[in-house]
């Protein structure tokens, strides 16, 4: 019926109406087009330049209103967000509270950190003590895994995590599968506390493994 793993894969994340999902999607998409056009002929360019258009307006006249309700609550959430003595746990703006809350936990002792053990203690006292109840109730952790490192393994915690991106991206060079896989684990982390579950762990730890042993296998190859 001429459908894929790659149709099937973006009805999918188009369904979830998850946010991160889609603007990962859409990147993926533009960097899986140009990387196809680019060796393509002239026709086949146009060709596959039509069949995204043609497919990304078939899916915004049937899913359009609801994605579009979804970011559009991102900037309700902005423009009427109350960062202080706010009971939510609506997605959004749970998220920009815990960011906040985070920040500022951040520059009063931003070389040390509080200690992996301290660090959601701390996280939910603060809110506490901003009347942040709701998220304080829900023990939620910072949902940034950059300033969760911040916060609990201080300066040399975050400086880490942004060089094992650096050198994945570095390695990646011009290879736009692995450059794609980096960056969508990096949006990711950008909005979640990745690394404190167990298969986000598990999931990071093999996916640096194979970035830096895919390069040295690479490197190996070329000497031999």
Known sequence: MGIDFNDLFSIGVIQTLSKIGIIIWVMLLGMY????????????????LAAVIGGMAMIGSVMGESIYERFNN???????????????????????????????????????????GDADLVLKTRNVALGNAGVAEEGLNSHNQFLTSWLQLGCVGIMILIFLFIQAWRRSGNRWVESAIV?????????ESFLETQSGVVLFGVFM????????QEGQSSVV
Do not use: C, H, P
């Open 183 to 191: 960056t969508i684990f990096f949006l990711n982390l950008l909005v």
């Open 33 to 48: 087009v140009f990387g196809e056009v680019k060796m393509a002929s002239k026709k086949k360019q146009l060709s596959a």
């Open 209 to 216: 493994v194979l970035m830096f042993d895919f390069k040295n």
């Open 74 to 116: 991102i900037g309700q959430s902005m423009s009427e967000m109350q960062l202080y003595n706010n009971s939510t746990v609506e997605s959004n703006a749970a998220r920009l509270i815990m960011w906040n809350t985070s920040l500022e936990l951040v520059k009063e002792n931003w070389f040390w950190g509080y200690g992996t």
